[in-house]
């Protein structure tokens, strides 16, 4: 599903079972080399089916967790996974609060970038990533511009209104940032430290009505 919305038939393919994952990590919480279990990349299907197996076998641990990716430019676990979550008591642990590094507003600079950053160095070498952060892509940098306009309004840096956005978010457990440089990393750790105000918030869904989810 990484860089789409809609679900494929013809994409399907035949996984471990539910319950065949379920019993070796819970192997794994008996002889104590884990605590606990989540998800990571799931859909709300599949999130119902874990917890449903878990319900039926006691033996099983319960899912407590999902890490998904979760930013400004893709908000697609409000769509039906925080429903699911919500109801199973299961957090996000949100990756890419960033989207690897595009709402920094770097990528908006003449010329793409610095050439060290990531989407640069790697160009042609990560599917995944340009598959779904692709600043190409339409509306992906019209939106960006967009946020980064919100931080200026409100005088923070954009790191701050995405990392900020996503603590906001009442299923999230805890965000889950990257960093190459020790700057980026204080800068990141610091944006931890603001709480964005109703009105910042306001700003920033008129921007997600204009471009909602350009990097699903």
């Known amino acids: 599903m990484f860089g789409c919305t809609d679900y494929n038939p013809s994409c399907s393919y035949k996984s471990v079972p539910v319950e065949e994952q379920l019993e070796a990590l819970s192997e794994a919480v008996d002889s104590g080399k884990i605590r606990y279990i989540g998800l990571s990349n799931e859909t709300p299907y599949g999130v119902m089916e874990f ?3 878990s319900k ?6 319960r899912v407590i967790s999902i890490q998904n990716a979760y930013n400004l ?13 919500h109801q199973e008591r299961l957090s996000l642990l949100a990756y890419s609060p960033l989207a690897m ?25 990560y599917a995944e990533a340009e598959c779904r952060y692709n600043s190409a892509k339409p509306n992906v ?6 946020y980064v306009e919100v931080s200026r309004k409100y005088d923070i840096c954009p790191i701050t209104l995405a990392i900020g956005f996503v603590l906001k978010h009442p ?18 750790l610091d944006s931890c430290e603001e709480e964005l105000t ?19």
């Open 141 to 146: 940098l019209p939106a960006i511009q967009a």
């Open 51 to 53: 917890c449903r197996v």
């Open 198 to 216: 109703p009105e910042i918030i306001a700003d920033i869904d008129l921007v997600h009505e204009k471009y909602p989810n350009p990097t699903p």
């Open 73 to 85: 430019l893709c908000r697609t676990f409000d769509s039906g996974l925080a429903e699911s979550c």
């Open 101 to 125: 590094g595009l709402l920094s507003g770097k990528y908006l600079s003449h010329g793409g970038g610095p050439l060290d950053a990531r989407l640069n160095l790697y160009k042609g070498c």
């Open 56 to 61: 039926e076998n006691k033996a099983f641990p």
């Open 171 to 188: 299923l999230v457990a805890s965000v889950i940032i990257g960093a190459t440089k020790l700057w980026q990393l204080k800068e990141q």
